[in-house]
T-cell receptor, first 114, second 115 residues
């Protein structure tokens, strides 16, 4: 039969705090990583990406850190706002002939309290 | 640009029925993909295409067919619907940003229930 849905990790923060969402990836051949935000009833929305030849990349209020040694990715959101409440997914792409093939993580629910 | 569009938004099928989920993009993207998302889980790749006339299987292809006759359209066909196919289906398209990189744009999803 169908597997039961998993309980997603959750993170609750106060408005104005910084948030850190973590992700462990499995494929050491992955060379491109993306963070997506998914609001209820909508498709995933691109936030920020990073290539494997970098260990840090900054966007507007967001920073992605990549540690290839331990296959770990994190998303830092500065001055978190209620509008940041959503499910956040990391995704990895092995590149080469794998264009268009993303492997998604389980997701983390971020709740921002006013 | 409309981006990635999907129809229908909602669909209820009986077991054994067939149907086609439509996906179109107007960004001239080479790459298109279909994912399914089950409750409390991330997205899983069903099929993908790297260009018109070229498709390949993803992680969970069984029970689904795809074709890519044009750059713009990438329909997903359910051959004989089963309750296990109850899910939310997302279509995505992307362009290559260089070796090993592409940013995917997602459609709004089709919520499918099979009874």
């Amino acid at each position: 039969g169908e597997s039961v849905g998993l309980h997603l990790p959750t993170l609750s923060v106060q408005e104005g705090d910084n948030s850190i969402i973590n992700c462990a990836y499995s494929n050491s051949a992955s060379d491109y990583f993306i963070w997506y935000k998914q609001e209820s009833g909508k498709g995933p929305q691109f936030i920020i990406d990073i290539r494997s030849n970098m260990d840090k990349r900054q966007g507007q209020r967001v920073t992605v850190l990549l540690n290839k040694t331990v296959k770990h990715l994190s998303l830092q959101i500065a001055a978190t706002q209620p509008g940041d409440s959503a499910v956040y997914f990391c995704a990895e792409n092995a590149g080469g002939t794998s264009y268009g093939k993303l492997t998604f993580g389980q997701g983390t629910i971020l709740t921002v309290h006013p | 640009n409309a981006g990635v569009t999907q129809t229908p938004k909602f669909q209820v099928l009986k077991t054994g029925q067939s149907m086609t989920l439509q996906c179109a993009q107007d960004m001239n993207h080479e790459y298109m993909s279909w994912y399914r998302q089950d409750p409390g889980m991330g997205l899983r790749l069903i099929h993908y295409s790297v260009g018109a006339g070229i498709t390949d299987q993803g992680e969970v292809p069984n029970g689904y067919n795809v074709s890519r006759s044009t750059t713009e359209d990438f329909p997903l066909r359910l051959l004989s619907a089963a309750p296990s196919q109850t899910s939310v289906y997302f279509c995505a398209s992307s362009y290559s940003l260089g070796q090993g990189a592409n940013e995917q744009y997602f459609g709004p999803g089709t919520r499918l229930t099979v009874t």
